[in-house]
């Protein structure tokens, strides 16, 4: 059977490994748009700096992608122990993110109120409203101030999303669930705890887990899926269009030309499908275009560590949107990983846009990297221009599963059931990491491999 697969980012790569894994006679086409493969997973060297453009690293903790590390031969970096020491921006300084309930009591990130009101958490009722969103769930049980402070930097850190529109059920599944089963998220705790010591198993409310990424940075994983798929993948490759003849698939290409295939995979973002398919599918496009992108961009600065006073003993900083600050935060990505920055220099990654100040991300370069400056001068006292400076835009960067998400993955699924052999993956939809893209990769090719024997 032919098989094509648009989008050679780790959703289209991993999914075409994971099949020839399994049917090595598949015949496996992949049309990649960009010169190169990986999609938001590119690192860049240069003047001795490793500088990722898109993603920064993974959790250990999803099997899934541990397994694929394995057998591709693939050594994974896990992050020094600086990486579990996190800041949090508030009320003008750097607050250490406690990391036990000990540090957490004594902790002045939160007023003593804030702090109580998080131990109320236990005497709040369970609700079951329908598609709550992140800001309305924490606030319900946790206070305004834990939201303000400690949810909503943890949103800007992961999705970039303003937890007003972000659904909880969507994008934190887990929390959502936890409510549910044990109507308190610190009974529910203390449940997992107990569990834990009986087992061994680590648990907890938070995905756990050490982040993780390679030497010489993300790419090296998108390097060695493209070695072994070979011919198979196809860069620069936009397509444009799909429609059906008969029973086939034709996949329609930029530069004019185009394949017939029996069995078609979108591993493109949500914008590009629904560009994609509205020949197809008018609905389906109208759907896959609800799925907002907004701009994210990341800004690397290198200096010499002597021009630093801070001791940039940790992962970095991420600062809640109540701070009124332009830049959603920092990462000290030279003090977690080794090789990112040359012998006598560090190297500070920082994120601006998101769903909140989108448009801030698609400023001049020159611009976006003084106003980095401007608020690391306020924020860690760094008054030295920088030595090394990279800017990397993403006009549509994260996508965010807001309120509705659910009923819309819903509408997608019956329009692709509709088709034969046809199906659509990547961050999309059920899951925006890395660990996620290849986890659903796997059960993509596990789906296609049972209908397609
Ligand atoms: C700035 C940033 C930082 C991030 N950091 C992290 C992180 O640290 N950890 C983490 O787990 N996740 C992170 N993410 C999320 C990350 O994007 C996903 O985890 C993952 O890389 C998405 O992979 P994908 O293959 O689904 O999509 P993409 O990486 O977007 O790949 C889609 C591919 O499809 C191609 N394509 C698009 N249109 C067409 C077309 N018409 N024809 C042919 N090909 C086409 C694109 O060129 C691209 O290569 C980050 C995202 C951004 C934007």
């Given at each position: 059977m032919r098989l094509v697969i648009i989008g050679g980012g780790i959703s289209g790569l991993s999914l075409a490994y994971f099949l020839l894994e399994r049917k090595p006679s598949l015949d496996i086409v992949i049309l990649e748009?960009?010169?190169?493969?990986g999609g938001k997973i590119w690192t860049d060297k240069a003047e001795g700096f490793l500088c990722e453009g898109g993603v920064n690293g993974f959790l250990d903790n999803r099997p899934k992608t541990l397994e694929l590390l394995a057998k591709l031969g693939l050594i994974p970096l896990r992050s020094n122990?600086?990486?579990?020491k996190r800041y949090i921006f508030s009320d003008g300084k750097l607050h250490r993110l406690p990391e036990s309930p000990v540090s957490f009591f004594s902790s002045?990130?939160?007023?003593f109120y804030g702090r109580l009101r998080i131990l109320w958490e236990i005497f709040v009722p369970k609700s079951t409203p329908d598609d709550e969103t992140l800001a309305d769930f924490a606030r319900r049980r946790l206070g305004k101030e834990a939201y303000e402070k400690l949810i909503d930097p943890m949103a800007s850190g992961i999705y970039a999303g303003d937890p007003e529109n972000m659904s909880l059920k969507s994008c934190f599944r887990r929390i959502y669930e936890l409510e549910q089963k044990y109507g308190s998220l610190i009974k529910a705790m203390m449940k997992l705890q107990k569990e834990a010591k009986k087992t061994g198993n680590k648990v907890g409310p938070g995905p756990g887990g050490v982040l993780t990424s390679f030497y010489d940075g993300m790419e090296l994983i998108i390097s060695l899926l493209k070695n072994f798929l070979g011919e198979r993948l196809k860069t620069n490759a936009r397509v444009v269009s799909v429609d059906k003849e008969g029973e086939d698939y034709v996949i329609y290409i930029s530069d004019g030309k185009s394949i017939k295939s029996e069995a078609l995979v979108l591993a493109i973002p949500a914008y590009e499908a629904s560009e994609m398919v509205k020949i197809l599918d008018n609905n389906l496009s109208a759907t896959l275009n609800e799925i907002f992108y907004p701009a994210v961009s990341v800004v690397c600065l290198g200096y010499k560590?002597?021009?630093?006073?801070?001791?940039?003993?940790?992962?970095g900083f991420l600062i809640p949107?109540?701070?009124?600050?332009?830049?959603?935060g920092t990462l000290w990505d030279s003090s977690v990983f080794?090789?990112?920055?040359?012998?006598g220099y560090v190297l500070l990654r920082t994120m601006l846009g998101g769903?909140?100040?989108?448009?801030l991300a698609l400023q001049d370069e020159d611009k976006q990297i003084n106003m980095v400056m401007n608020e690391l001068k306020g924020i860690m006292k760094i008054d030295a221009q920088p030595d090394f400076t990279k800017v990397y835009i993403h006009q549509k960067g994260i996508p965010q599963y807001s309120s509705g998400h659910e009923r819309r993955l819903g509408a997608i699924d019956k329009s692709t059931d509709k088709f034969k052999k046809f199906y659509i993956t990547g961050?999309?939809?059920?899951?925006?990491?890395v660990n996620d893209c290849i986890e659903n990769s796997f059960k993509l090719a596990e789906r296609i491999i049972e209908e397609n024997p």
């Open positions: 748009a960009g010169k190169k493969a122990d600086n990486a579990r002045d990130l939160l007023s560590r002597s021009k630093i006073r801070h001791p940039l003993d940790g992962f949107n109540r701070e009124g600050k332009k830049i959603l080794p090789n990112r920055a040359p012998d769903a909140r100040m989108s448009g961050n999309a939809y059920r899951g925006i990491g």
